[in-house]
Structures are given as C-alpha cells and as structure tokens.
T-cell receptor, first 110, second 113 residues
Framework: SQQGEEDPQALSIQEGENATMNCSYK?????LQWYRQNSGRGLVHLIL?????REKHSGRLRVTLDTSKKSSSLLITASRAADTASYFC??????????FGTGTSLTVIP | KAGVTQTPRYLIKTRGQQVTLSCSPI?????VSWYQQTPGQGLQFLFE???????NKGNFPGRFSGRQFSNSRSEMNVSTLELGDSALYLC????????????FGSGTRLTVV
C-alpha cells in the first residue's frame, strides 16, 4: 500500500508555539498534499508540493519534502486555537488516485 | 463560487437497505472522488470519476457503486447496508484529477442501525 503515515498521532501545544508533523510514504510520488479536517467536517486543502520541490511556504505553513527518505513535514508557526484540527497528508503516484495517511490530531491550547 | 455540495448531510438507515448519496462538484470540475472515513480505517478511497468514466476503484465490495452524470454531478450507491458501512462519506472534486488539490464537501454522515 502507498498509504502515508503521519507522526505523531496526536500533538498538544500551547498557543503561539510551533507545531511540526511528519508524513512518511512507501512508493514514488508525483506530488504530496496536506489537508486539514475540523471535527466531523470535510477536508480543506492546505498546500501541494511536487516531487521536484523541496520546500514550500503558504502563510504560517511550511512544507518540506525529502523524496530520498520518502517523507514530508508540515510546520505550523505561531499556532492559534483555530489550528486545532486533524492534519492529513495525501500522496499520489499516477495523478488520479490519492492515498491519505492516518492523520495527526493537533490540539492548540489557548 | 459555490463549493462541493453533498446531500444529505445525515442519514440513518437500517441493515439491508440501500442508500444513494449525491455530490455536486465545483462548477467546471470534471473529476469527482469518493472516500469513506471511519475512526478505525481512516480515509479509504472508494472511486474516482472523470468525464462520466470511472477511472479508479478502491478495494471495496461490489455493494458500493457510483456514477457521474454529464454535468459532473456524482452519486454513490450502497446496497444491502451493513453496520460496518456506518461512516462519513466524503466527496472531493478537482479540475483535473486532483493534480492541483481536491476540494472536499462536508460529507454525508451515514449511520446504519
């Protein structure tokens, strides 16, 4: 299976701190995406990084990709209570089927 | 611009019944994918449609089926419901098969009793 695995499964931090979560996958990919899901709702697309990119920024988000290690990390800087959610990575190999990881549950304490 | 719309939001069905869920993608999006989300299994890919053709199918039994119409709206059907089919069913649309990220609907929460 190509499914990604996020690490840690759960993370609890104080507001203002940085949160880092990691994703590992098994096979070669075209791109890797990160999504956020608030409890019981749909997923929100955060950022996409292509296999030939090593780092990407979007606001307070920073994503890195290491294809040699088959891993990616998502950094959320200066976290806010509203960042409390589950975060998933999704990988694809052929562009038309995406595999989601198991998710990291982030709790930001005000 | 309207987002991805899934109907109904909540559904309660009895074992053995069948159910049809609907998804209206963002206007102009031609790719629609369906996912099942449960606490134990996470997000599992069901199938993906592009221009009315099923391009990929996940590892689900034949009781799970879907289709896409010419206006890109999609439906999924589950026949002979089992208790284990209780889940959040998510639909996602993309302009070109997810290569620039998917937009998800809020999901349909199906409970089988």
């Amino acid at each position: 299976s190509q499914q990604g695995e996020e690490d840690p499964q759960a993370l609890s931090i104080q507001e203002g701190e940085n949160a880092t979560m990691n994703c590992s996958y098994k096979t070669s990919i075209n791109n890797l995406q990160w999504y956020r899901q608030n409890s019981g709702r749909g997923l929100v697309h955060l950022i996409l990084i292509r296999s030939n990119e090593r780092e990407k920024h979007s606001g307070r988000l920073r994503v890195t990709l290491d294809t040699s290690k088959k891993s990616s990390s998502l950094l959320i800087t200066a976290s806010r209570a509203a960042d409390t959610a589950s975060y998933f990575c999704a990988t694809d190999a052929n562009g038309n089927q995406f595999y989601f990881g198991t998710g990291t549950s982030l709790t930001v304490i005000p | 611009k309207a987002g991805v719309t899934q109907t109904p939001r909540y559904l309660i069905k009895t074992r053995g019944q069948q159910v049809t869920l609907s998804c209206s993608p963002i206007s102009g999006h031609r790719s629609v994918s369906w996912y099942q989300q449960t606490p134990g299994q996470g997000l599992q890919f069901l199938f993906e449609y592009f221009s009315e053709t099923q391009r990929n199918k996940g590892n689900f039994p034949g009781r799970f089926s879907g289709r896409q119409f010419s206006n890109s709206r999609s439906e999924m059907n589950v026949s002979t419901l089992e208790l284990g089919d209780s889940a959040l069913y998510l639909c996602a649309s993309s302009w070109m098969q997810g290569t620039n990220g998917y937009t998800f609907g809020s999901g349909t929460r199906l409970t089988v009793v």
